[in-house]
Nanobody
Framework: QVQLVESGGGLVQAGGSLRLSCAAS????????MGWFRQTPGKEREFVAA????????YYEDSMKGRFTISRDNAKNTVYLQINNLKPEDTAVYYC????????????????WGQGTQVTVSS
């Protein structure tokens, strides 16, 4: 099992920045990929970005390129999501996820999920 705990969400004004953190524990040696997703009420969960466990490869949903940056600190088993120039439409619960298997795409087949952290952007 892999446990994921997100933090860093909050209320921010449009144009501001946030850095979300996801601390992983447990069987982290089994993890291939870490990802970030977000979800708003009434909508399907949306893929944001992913990073390989080594940190050497990253992938972003096309609409997220530019303002979102995923990174990791191997020593801390922590993955980050930096969000700049926040917009009201970025308001969502942001979830961290981990995958312990190879898959055909970066945005599918995640095995473990965190509890989510709320990001609210005021206009």
């Amino acid at each position: 099992q892999v446990q994921l705990v997100e933090s860093g969400g909050g209320l921010v004004q449009a144009g501001g920045s946030l850095r979300l953190s996801c601390a992983a524990s447990g069987r982290t040696f089994s993890v291939f990929v870490m990802g970030w997703f977000r979800q708003t009420p009434g909508k399907e969960r949306e893929f944001v970005a992913a990073i390989s466990w080594s940190g050497l490869s990253t992938y972003y949903e096309d609409s997220m390129k530019g303002r979102f940056t995923i990174s990791r600190d191997n020593a801390k088993n922590t993955v980050y999501l930096q969000i700049n120039n926040l917009k009201p439409e970025d308001t969502a619960v942001y979830y961290c996820a981990a995958r312990s298997r190879r898959a055909a795409a970066w945005n599918v087949d995640y095995d473990y999920w965190g509890q989510g952290t709320q990001v609210t952007v005021s206009s």
